[in-house]
């Protein structure tokens, strides 16, 4: 167990709707990072917060959005969602005294109809 | 621009029998150098990373790796394979700027009886 939580576990939904997966960051850890793995790109990075900021930003679409909260959890939201958006995303934190080592949650897997 | 890659789609090999699979990767500086393991519908665990110093790293679970820069590689290896170690293994490599980690594709690993 990382320590880092992510829900909910599956989500299926159809063409065009719009959902937000919800991370909860190893307790301390500042950053939180976004990845999308899917079967034809890998895993991927979308994007970065630390402390409540954007810090870098990956492959992420536009219909794609995030933000991190006060108390350092983070959502992504992912709109006018397409068959291509199914997928396992990984939420990922990582520490100030070593930034550059990530630990993962177990990730949501999304399923678009 | 960085990347990683990893040869081998799949390897099979037997239990009890020793490991390795290859990562190559390509940076300018000297690299962050991690490896990861994904067990079925699991999030991804980190195995072991380097960074600086003794180029061969001991991880959990009985992993080693062993970083030659002359070869740009980072194998994982480790002497005699369980069945549990069944699982999807990524290298990785980061940046100095902490911001990416960039993911190889990834080599699929069955254990058989």
């Known amino acids: 167990d990382s320590g880092v939580t992510q829900t909910p576990k599956h989500l299926i939904t159809a063409t065009g709707q719009r959902v937000t997966l919800r991370c909860s960051p190893r307790?301390?850890?500042?950053?939180v990072y976004w990845y999308q793995q899917s079967l034809d790109q890998g895993l991927q990075f979308l994007i970065q917060y630390y402390n409540g900021e954007e810090r870098a930003k990956g492959n992420i679409l536009e219909r794609f959005s995030a933000q991190q909260f006060p108390d350092l959890h983070s959502e992504l939201n992912l709109s006018s969602l397409e068959l291509g958006d199914s997928a396992l995303y990984f939420c990922?934190?990582?520490?100030?005294?070593?930034?550059?080592?990530?630990?993962f949650g177990p990730g949501t897997r999304l399923l678009v109809l | 621009a960085q990347s990683v890659t990893q040869p081998d789609i799949h390897i099979t090999v037997s239990e009890g029998a020793s490991l390795e699979l290859r990562c190559n990767y390509s940076y300018g500086a000297t690299p962050y150098l991690f490896w990861y393991v994904q067990s079925p519908g699991q999030g991804l665990q980190l195995l072991l990373k380097y960074f600086s110093g003794d180029t061969l790293v001991q991880g959990i679970k009985g992993f080693e790796a062993e970083f030659k820069r002359s070869q740009s590689s980072f194998n994982l290896r480790k002497p005699s394979v369980h069945w549990s170690d069944a699982a999807e293994y990524f290298c990785?490599?980061?940046?100095?700027?902490?911001?990416?980690?960039?993911f190889g594709p990834g080599t699929s690993l069955s254990v058989i009886p």
């Open positions: 990922a934190s990582s520490d100030k005294r070593t930034p550059e080592t990530q630990y």
């Open positions: 990785a490599v980061g940046t100095t700027s902490y911001d990416k980690v960039i």
């Open positions: 307790s301390g850890d500042l950053s």
